[in-house]
């Protein structure tokens, strides 16, 4: 997480407050920010949980003007954070950084936040 773009910190701080306020259900959100890309693994109560295998499906954003940085964005259930946390599958790409968690619901973000 060192020598990053002071901008990136301050891009995935923003990112992560506006999910937080947006989504009453989210739980925790991990950085695997890398280079000039924000990675966010988001655990929220509003997916809802199957019997299949979790996938990681990531969602793309292009820059805007509040995050000028390209975003991408993994969206998953408690139970299939679980899972992936129990038996390592599936895994995240390998190019992206060691997870960090930046938010916790029963937690202010300056105390996780990296």
Not at 30 to 49: K, M, N, P
Request: net charge negative; proline share 9%; glycine share 2%.
């Amino acid at each position: 997480m060192k020598d990053r773009l002071p901008e990136l910190e301050v891009s995935i701080k923003r990112a992560v407050g506006d999910h937080a306020m947006t989504d009453p259900q989210l739980l925790s959100v991990y950085d695997a920010s890398y280079d000039d890309q924000i990675v966010l693994v988001e655990v929220t109560a509003c997916c809802e949980s199957s019997n299949r295998p979790p996938e990681v499906l990531p969602f793309k954003f292009a820059p805007t003007e509040d995050v000028p940085f390209n975003v991408t964005l993994v969206l998953l259930s408690p139970n299939e954070w679980e899972e992936i946390k129990l038996t390592g599958k599936p895994s995240f790409p390998s190019h992206w950084s060691e997870l960090v968690l930046v938010y916790s619901a029963d937690k202010e973000i300056e105390d996780v936040a990296h």
